[in-house]
Nanobody, 125 residues
Framework: QVQLVESGGGLVQAGGSLRLSCAAS????????MGWFRQAPGKEREFVAA????????YYADSVKGRFTISRDNAKNTVYLQMNSLKPEDTAEYYC??????????????????WGQGTQVTVSS
């Protein structure tokens, strides 16, 4: 059974930092792209960042570019999201996800097949 488990969320003041982790189990995702999405109350889920299977390529939503960094450790089957200079508008439930197809980049939620349960990030002003 494939599981993606996020951790690292919490409450932080504006300008602060958090590091989210997503640990995968049940299969290895070393040959798969991984992504982070978020959903704020009353809003649609949105793409945040994605990383290629090798980690050589990363992609970001304009709203987080320059502040967030996605990375991965394939030996640990884990992907990370370092979030700096957090803003109140970053408040949301954050989800990691993986597509079932190997070596395919994906940027929309429809392209991802496996999802974690989410971790809440709250940024106070």
């Amino acid at each position: 059974q494939v599981q993606l488990v996020e951790s690292g969320g919490g409450l932080v003041q504006a300008g602060g930092s958090l590091r989210l982790s997503c640990a995968a189990s049940g299969r290895t995702f070393s040959n798969h792209a991984m992504g982070w999405f978020r959903q704020a109350p009353g809003k649609e889920r949105e793409f945040v960042a994605a990383i290629s299977w090798s980690g050589d390529s990363t992609y970001y939503a304009d709203s987080v570019k320059g502040r967030f960094t996605i990375s991965r450790d394939n030996a640990k089957n884990t992907v990370y999201l370092q979030m700096n200079s957090l803003k109140p508008e970053d408040t949301a439930e954050y989800y990691c996800a993986a597509p079932s197809a190997a070596q395919v980049m994906a940027f929309t939620g429809y392209e991802y097949d496996y999802w974690g349960q989410g971790t809440q990030v709250t940024v106070s002003s």
